[in-house]
């Protein structure tokens, strides 16, 4: 039945080198796509399941307070250390002026006791010399009672002078006993002042310490009433609103950072074997095409799969379980130039494929961070404004001159109406 086939295959030479031709075209494409596959295609691993990430820093207060103002809203750009929201500071004022007042009383208190030293010196000199008078009249007193005593019996002294003379010593030696307990009982009210000042002087005494810890915790609630923003960034999600009664902690709005982003790359398990630390990386965005280019390196892998953290992990002992490939999430960083021209978001989806041509890097970090991953500065100001707010009081009530604020208090300083000055007191410190 296929004889007649085959003759007429036979009998058409052309459909016979078409034929031929069509099978070298296959084997030359399958040759091709085996050297592109060894020489190219073998020294990447890619995948489509990389997404953008970045820092979502919150915004939360460290104190309770109602809202009486916002400064941004979504999409805007903020820079670091700009207020965003500002709370009541009414009470926090009050409890500031409390706080204050009371470290100035204190300081004075503390000069009083240095100045007592020296008062209580004098009266153990005056003591001291009470009782060498006592003790001179004493003696006098038993001289005279000695010489009259041989002249009571021939008749020279009368009984009436020498009782008199006795007297006088009884009188003398009742001087010399108080004016020794006056010495001991000065000497002791000493002792008792100087172990409130030994070894500290007065901006180091315990009771100013105290007085100025109170002061700047009620300083720091006063300037935490504003809230700045942690890092330059792009507002997202503000969740507060004006009149909003906050408490500490609760979160007002995100700060998201878009130059610091990165992308966590999900590669398969079976992918993880040539990946290493500091392979190059080309990433595309969705948001961009294939017309612009990302490139970065590995930063690190993952210490588990995406399921491994789940709230519900994929290992089930107690019912059907069916294997699912894993998939580990892998950091890779990016270029800040090509990130500054072709700004991302936070949550894009983004293919990445990495160079594994070079395996002779690491899997796994051996050493820890030697630098911080992130940090602000914008609250260490504060931290320095109270100490300059309590140098201030502690100088002003030593009747010396405060040295000068730095600008952030001295710009603080007409805001705070109502608050009382302390008088310079004029006391004499003992050195």
Do not use: C
């Amino acid at each position: 039945m296929n004889a007649p086939q085959t003759q007429a295959a036979e009998s058409n030479p052309q459909r016979k080198k078409a034929l031929t031709a069509v099978a070298a075209a296959v084997v030359l494409a399958g040759i091709a796509y085996g050297a592109y596959y060894a020489l190219v295609l073998n020294h990447f691993e890619s995948t489509d399941n990389a997404y953008v990430q970045g820092n979502v820093v919150q915004l939360t207060p460290q104190v309770g307070g109602t809202v009486l103002a916002i400064n941004a809203d979504d999409t805007d750009f903020v820079k670091a250390g700009t207020p965003l929201v500002k709370l009541d500071t009414a009470d926090a004022r009050v409890a500031l002026d409390q706080a204050e007042a009371q470290l100035a009383q204190t300081v004075r208190e503390v000069r009083i006791l240095f100045a007592n030293n020296a008062t209580l010196q004098a009266q153990i000199a005056l003591r001291e010399a009470d009782q060498a008078r006592a003790e001179s009249d004493l003696a006098r007193a038993q001289d005279d009672l000695a010489r009259r005593a041989p002249l009571v019996a021939t008749g020279a002294v009368g009984k009436e002078e020498f009782n008199h003379t006795n007297a006088q010593l009884s009188a003398a030696k009742s001087a010399v006993a108080a004016a020794k307990s006056a010495v001991l009982a000065a000497r002791e009210q000493l002792t008792s002042n100087q172990s409130l000042t030994d070894n500290t002087s007065v901006e180091q005494h315990p009771n100013v310490l105290r007085a100025s810890a109170r002061v700047r915790e009620a300083y720091l609630a006063l300037k935490r009433a504003e809230l700045p923003s942690p890092v330059d960034g792009y507002v997202a999600k503000r969740s507060v609103q004006v009149g909003q009664r906050v408490q500490a902690g609760a979160p007002l709005m995100s700060v998201i950072a878009l130059d610091q982003v990165w992308v966590d790359a999900n590669f398969k398990e079976s992918q993880l074997q040539n990946l290493r630390i500091g392979q190059p990386v080309s990433l595309k965005a969705d948001l961009y095409g294939k017309k612009v280019e990302y490139h970065g390196k590995i930063e690190g892998l993952g210490a588990g799969t995406g399921a491994a953290f789940a709230l519900l992990p994929a290992q089930n002992a107690t019912g059907n379980w069916i294997k699912v490939v894993q998939r580990v999430p892998v950091r890779v960083s990016l270029d800040p130039r090509e990130l500054a021209d072709h700004p991302l978001r936070v949550g894009l989806s983004m293919d990445a494929k990495v160079d594994i041509s070079d395996t002779s890097g690491k899997m796994l970090a051996d050493a820890p961070r030697r630098a911080a991953v992130a940090q602000t500065t914008v609250f260490d100001e504060v931290d320095r404004q109270a100490d300059d707010e309590v140098r201030r009081i502690v100088a002003t009530n030593l009747g010396r001159a405060a040295k000068a604020p730095t600008r952030a208090v001295a710009a603080s300083e007409p805001a705070r109406k109502g608050a009382a000055a302390p008088v310079t007191a004029h006391v004499a410190i003992a050195k």
